[in-house]
């Protein structure tokens, strides 16, 4: 679950700096398909609204919930991302 480095979105850090960097609602992560395990990438602002949402491979629909938007949070806060309020 690492933040696409290609986005202009997130500030580039020098290695072993602690500053942490806040990710905007435009930045997307991937989130891995149940059904195939294939990664889909979605915006932060997208996934904030719990949508429906559905693989861009194998097309599988689930509904993403809210403990996973926490546990996205905080797999982000660990590797020294905040997500934009
Ligand atoms: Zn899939």
Do not use: N, W
Not at 29 to 47: E, K, M, N, Q
């Amino acid at each position: 679950m690492l933040p696409h480095s290609h986005t202009s979105d997130i500030t580039e850090q020098t290695p072993g700096a602690s500053i942490a960097t806040i990710l905007s609602a435009q930045t997307e992560v991937p989130i891995s398909c149940d059904s195939c395990g294939l990664d889909t990438d979605y915006r932060i602002g997208f996934l904030r609204k719990l949508p429906t949402i559905s693989c861009q491979y194998c097309a599988d629909t689930r509904r993403f919930s809210e403990l996973e938007f926490d546990v996205l949070g905080q797999v982000l806060k660990q590797m020294g991302y905040f997500l934009a309020r």
